[in-house]
Structures are given as C-alpha cells and as structure tokens.
C-alpha cells in the first residue's frame, strides 16, 4: 500500500511515529512524506545565531539524513513560514496538499490529530487542512484514498509536553484509538537514529523526553472508524 504522512514541520515525522513507519517500510508500503515548512523559525536558532533561512537550509539537510534512516518513497519539503500557518490562506496549503495527494494517490493519509499533540497551531492548522483536503477528494472521486488516520498519543491524566502552571492538553482518550502498533527492537532503533539526524535538536529530544513517551507502541486513531479492540497495524482490515 502506500502511506502518505503529512505534517508542518521537520522532525515531526521523527518525534513519535518514526518507529511504525520503519516497520511500514519493512512490511513492503511504499511511505511518504510531505512537510510543510523547513522549521527555521525554531527557537534553536537563536542559541546557533542563525537566521530563519539559515536554520531552514540545517533542518532541510538534517531531513535528508532522516530519509536514509527510514527510506522513504519519496519526501517533499515545501517553503511555507514555520509558526505562521495560522495566518495564511488555508486554501493556498489545501493546493499544494491536495497537488501531492493526486500525485502519489496514497491508500492511506496520516497527520496529527484535532489537538495537534502539543497544541502548536501549526500543527493544528495542518490537521484541518488534510482533513479537508481528503474528504473533498473522496467526494469527487479520488477512489485510491481508502483511510484517513492521525498519528497521537492516549491521554493518561499526566503532563504532556505543557509547562508548569499552563492548563494540561488533553491528548485522545482510549476510545478514540483505534490503532496501537507494537514496536520491535529494530524499529525503535530506528525512531532513535532518526531522532540523532537532528544534531541542533537534541537538547528538544532529551527536554520532552520523546522515546521514553513513546516506549515500544504507536498510537493514531482512524478517521470514521471504530475499532475495538485496536488494530496493531494502520493498514490492517483495509481493502484495495
């Protein structure tokens, strides 16, 4: 099958499902990503003494490190300004969205979910965004868009990635899940060696604690779907 990941930012593919899409790549899916902006407006920068563009140009070549580590089909890196979705058009990203989708006619579109699973609004303006796009296609015919799923993490009552004293995000309660992929060693190898492409973010990897939070299960929720108990793959109980 193929799978489509969509997402805002660089790392994001590497920050929790990094793990299931190695082994979506070892079970033979053609895997892709697209990704919005080149995240150069990363407070990291400023430690770097960099400007947006030129922290851009590291993230752009960090991601082509990360490729080879998860070998993906194919990625696209588009240039729209990092933590300025919110004041954009929405129409113009649905373009360009919708421009991949119709060239790579996945089976299967992932992105975050409503909450974004840290409540950044690019995140979220990418969630409504793809949700859009997908159900607008599937309504005009796009016959190849068989599922619609959003990468996330099950909300346990602890702290998420907020700081002290800011209300809790609440993430996807159990019963919205409707996916949790167990991980073998290889694949969480994988999602750590993915994350050490991003040399300037490490101190981002350690400070929320990312691989430790995602242990040894990926989680996402399909859109329209319930499945109870959980599926253990994102491609299981789908039909070409």
């Not at 015919?141 to 799923?149: I, N, T």
């Not at 993490?153 to 919205?176: C, I, Q, T």
């Not at 899940?177 to 991980?183: A, H, S």
């Not at 981002?204 to 995602?214: D, F, L, N, R, S």
């Amino acid at each position: 099958m193929k799978i489509l990941y969509v997402f805002p930012h660089p790392d994001d593919e590497s920050f929790g499902p990094a793990g299931a899409i190695n082994q979506q790549v070892n079970d033979g899916n053609d895997v892709y990503l697209l990704t919005l902006t080149k995240g150069g407006a990363t407070q990291v920068r400023h430690k770097l003494n960099l400007s947006i563009e030129e922290m851009g140009i590291i993230r752009h070549n960090e991601m082509l490190d990360v490729k080879k580590v998860l070998h993906f089909s194919g990625f696209t890196l588009l240039d729209y300004p990092d933590s300025r979705l919110k004041e954009l058009d929405p129409r113009i990203i649905e373009r360009d969205v919708q421009k991949e989708i119709e060239r790579i006619q996945p089976n299967i579109v992932i992105t975050y979910p409503v909450h974004g699973g840290s409540g950044f609004h690019d995140h979220l303006v990418t969630y409504a965004v793809v949700k859009r796009v997908f159900l607008e296609m599937k309504d005009n015919g796009a016959k190849y868009l068989k599922r619609l799923a959003f990468f996330t993490m099950p909300d346990n009552g602890a702290p998420s990635f907020m700081k002290d004293g800011w209300p809790r995000l609440k993430l996807s309660e159990s019963e919205l899940i409707d996916v949790i992929t167990p991980l073998n060693k290889n694949n969480v190898i994988a999602m750590r060696e993915s994350l050490l492409c991003y040399e300037t973010y490490q101190e981002m990897v350690e400070k929320t604690g990312v691989i430790e939070k995602i242990g040894n299960k990926v989680h996402f929720e399909i859109a329209f779907e319930d499945h109870y108990p959980p599926l253990k793959k994102i491609t299981d109980n789908l039909i070409l």
